[in-house]
């Protein structure tokens, strides 16, 4: 069995305890992680308050720190291959997105390499004439940066990105739902050369693990992605520590389809917008909210390509569909879909348990436009699509708005005076207009209402990462 390590303070660390971590396609142990309790987190976030005000790293220019991001971004690329077959193998998800991925992971840190050097202070015009008064932009302290299994690589980076960026130092556990790929992406932290301390990288449960980084006295700033009853745990911790937080927390996106939108381009949108990363990501459009005069057309579209839809082994490039990551996930969902069918919505496709090993759910769409479903209400993290319909833009944008989450959003149609009236009032951080999923490292992302606050990506996030000292100077 393959054998993982904490990085901490500049040192692969074994940690006193450990667990297993399975495999989703098979429901096998395959690796052997370190567990972080109370003990390694103490020592891990006194590194990085260490690193953060001694030694080589408060000493680097904004260029240099750049350089070191640089050198990073390189890293990630070259050891695409290895990082995202780790993510595969410990997470479930498929190798044709793992791999994908991994090039936009590496153009963040590029991104914020070039941004090290770009954040700028101010001078302040006060009506003084004998004193200069300016604004220094300063790093916010030891960041935590606490991510979900999906998508580690990618949460990580942009936390750690930006936070480097502005002079902060981190811990960052990963999840113990497939740590894999983030304790093997120490290793490149360590080969680009940044100070012992800079950045350290550990494992364990919320519970312990988690609980004991975000209320830690020395965190300044706490940059959690995860799902929102976690997020009110870690803001109760953060009562503790009275650390400035951001959540990236989880959606239930609507998806809309006018009668006048290109259905065969919306449809692909939607089947890649809810089946992609088997549904567990928290853009995934599951409402899809259609207006009733096509439902049926659309609809029959829909189930044609979900069929369609290739499940298999994560590993093989031409999967499209791969297992969930944990068996705890696929029963939720097999009970959420059982529900909301034994309360009268109807099957379209899916929603049955396979018998064969690893944690497989098929592509499931259910029409709930008869019945107020389960499936409507709760973020499920997988794939499987709830079906609500339309006649006017009032309505539909009262069903997409009827939501505490407020992440993302899809609008399809030719109409743009329409578009741009229904892009004003979507309650969500994200539109996308005839298109689904686009990210950009210069665009922020972030969510409304219980999706959380703050926004990743772009320069915002990196100023995110710092406070500001106001300095008064007497001139005369
Ligand atoms: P989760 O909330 O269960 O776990 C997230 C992280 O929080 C893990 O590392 C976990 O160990 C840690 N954690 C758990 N309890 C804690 C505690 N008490 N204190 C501190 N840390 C604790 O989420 P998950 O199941 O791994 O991921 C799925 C969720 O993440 C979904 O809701 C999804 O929408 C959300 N998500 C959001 C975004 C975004 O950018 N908005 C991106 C990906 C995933």
């Given at each position: 069995m393959r054998r993982f390590q904490h990085y901490i303070d500049g040192n692969f660390e074994d940690g006193a305890h450990s667990f297993e971590s399975l495999d989703p396609a098979t429901g096998a142990a395959w690796a052997e992680m370190p567990e972080a309790r109370e003990a390694d987190v103490d020592s891990a976030v006194t590194a990085a308050h260490k690193a953060l005000h001694a030694g080589a790293w408060p000493a680097l220019t904004a260029t240099a720190r750049g350089k070191l991001l640089y050198r990073l971004a390189d890293l990630v690329a070259s050891n695409a291959a290895k990082l995202a077959e780790l993510e595969t193998q410990d997470t479930g998800k498929i190798i044709r997105e793992t791999s994908a991925q991994i090039a936009y992971v590496a153009e963040y840190y590029r991104y914020y390499a070039g941004l090290a050097d770009k954040i700028e202070g101010s001078h302040l015009a006060i009506d003084k004439p004998d004193m200069d008064v300016w604004l220094r932009r300063e790093p916010v302290g030891v960041v935590a940066a606490v991510v979900p299994w999906n998508s580690q690589l990618f949460l990580a980076a942009v936390k750690i990105g930006p936070a480097l960026a502005?002079?902060?130092?981190?811990?960052?556990?990963?999840?113990?739902?497939?740590?894999?790929?983030?304790?093997?992406?120490?290793?490149?932290?360590?080969?680009?050369?940044?100070?012992?301390?800079?950045?350290?990288?550990l494992t364990g449960f919320g519970a312990t693990c988690g609980a004991a980084l975000t209320r830690h006295p020395k965190v300044a700033h706490i940059a959690f992605t995860g799902g929102p009853e976690t997020a009110r745990q870690v803001v109760r911790n953060s009562a503790e520590n009275l650390a400035s937080t951001s959540l990236e927390l989880g959606g239930k996106s609507p998806f809309i389809v006018f009668?006048?939108?290109?259905?065969?381009?919306?449809?692909?949108?939607?089947?890649?917008?809810?089946?992609?990363?088997?549904?567990?990501?928290?853009?995934?459009?599951?409402?899809?909210?259609?207006?009733a005069s096509v439902k049926d057309r659309f609809l029959a579209i829909l189930k044609a390509k979900a069929e369609a839809v290739k499940i298999g082994s994560p590993l093989d490039m031409d999967t499209e569909v791969g297992p969930l990551c944990t068996n705890r996930q696929r029963e939720l969902i097999g009970d959420?879909?059982?529900?909301?069918?034994?309360?009268?919505?109807?099957?379209?496709?899916?929603?049955?348990?396979?018998?064969?090993?690893?944690f497989y759910y098929p592509p499931t769409i259910i029409d709930c436009t008869k019945v107020k479903a389960p499936s409507v209400e709760r973020e499920l993290f997988g794939p499987v699509l709830s079906v609500l319909s339309f006649t006017s833009e009032e309505e539909a944008l009262a069903l997409a708005n009827d939501t505490p989450f407020g992440l993302a959003s899809g609008l399809f149609?030719?109409?743009?005076?329409?578009?741009?009236?229904?892009?004003?009032?979507?309650?969500a951080g994200v539109v996308w207009v005839n298109t689904y999923?686009?990210?950009?490292?210069?665009?922020?992302?972030?969510?409304?209402?219980?999706?959380?606050?703050?926004?990743?990506?772009?320069?915002?996030?990196?100023?995110?990462?710092?406070?500001?000292?106001?300095?008064?100077?007497?001139?005369?």
């Amino acid at each position: 069995m393959r054998r993982f390590q904490h990085y901490i303070d500049g040192n692969f660390e074994d940690g006193a305890h450990s667990f297993e971590s399975l495999d989703p396609a098979t429901g096998a142990a395959w690796a052997e992680m370190p567990e972080a309790r109370e003990a390694d987190v103490d020592s891990a976030v006194t590194a990085a308050h260490k690193a953060l005000h001694a030694g080589a790293w408060p000493a680097l220019t904004a260029t240099a720190r750049g350089k070191l991001l640089y050198r990073l971004a390189d890293l990630v690329a070259s050891n695409a291959a290895k990082l995202a077959e780790l993510e595969t193998q410990d997470t479930g998800k498929i190798i044709r997105e793992t791999s994908a991925q991994i090039a936009y992971v590496a153009e963040y840190y590029r991104y914020y390499a070039g941004l090290a050097d770009k954040i700028e202070g101010s001078h302040l015009a006060i009506d003084k004439p004998d004193m200069d008064v300016w604004l220094r932009r300063e790093p916010v302290g030891v960041v935590a940066a606490v991510v979900p299994w999906n998508s580690q690589l990618f949460l990580a980076a942009v936390k750690i990105g930006p936070a480097l960026a502005a002079g902060c130092t981190l811990v960052v556990k990963a999840s113990e739902d497939g740590p894999a790929p983030l304790l093997e992406f120490a290793r490149l932290v360590h080969e680009a050369g940044f100070p012992a301390g800079v950045v350290n990288v550990l494992t364990g449960f919320g519970a312990t693990c988690g609980a004991a980084l975000t209320r830690h006295p020395k965190v300044a700033h706490i940059a959690f992605t995860g799902g929102p009853e976690t997020a009110r745990q870690v803001v109760r911790n953060s009562a503790e520590n009275l650390a400035s937080t951001s959540l990236e927390l989880g959606g239930k996106s609507p998806f809309i389809v006018f009668a006048d939108a290109d259905l065969e381009s919306a449809a692909n949108a939607q089947v890649a917008g809810i089946f992609a990363a088997t549904g567990q990501s928290c853009v995934a459009g599951s409402r899809l909210i259609v207006e009733a005069s096509v439902k049926d057309r659309f609809l029959a579209i829909l189930k044609a390509k979900a069929e369609a839809v290739k499940i298999g082994s994560p590993l093989d490039m031409d999967t499209e569909v791969g297992p969930l990551c944990t068996n705890r996930q696929r029963e939720l969902i097999g009970d959420i879909v059982a529900r909301s069918v034994a309360a009268g919505a109807e099957l379209v496709t899916g929603g049955h348990m396979p018998e064969t090993p690893g944690f497989y759910y098929p592509p499931t769409i259910i029409d709930c436009t008869k019945v107020k479903a389960p499936s409507v209400e709760r973020e499920l993290f997988g794939p499987v699509l709830s079906v609500l319909s339309f006649t006017s833009e009032e309505e539909a944008l009262a069903l997409a708005n009827d939501t505490p989450f407020g992440l993302a959003s899809g609008l399809f149609t030719q109409n743009l005076t329409r578009a741009h009236r229904m892009i004003k009032r979507i309650h969500a951080g994200v539109v996308w207009v005839n298109t689904y999923r686009a990210v950009s490292p210069i665009a922020p992302f972030g969510g409304y209402g219980q999706s959380g606050h703050g926004r990743e990506g772009g320069l915002a996030a990196a100023l995110d990462f710092t406070r500001t000292k106001t300095v008064w100077l007497r001139t005369s």
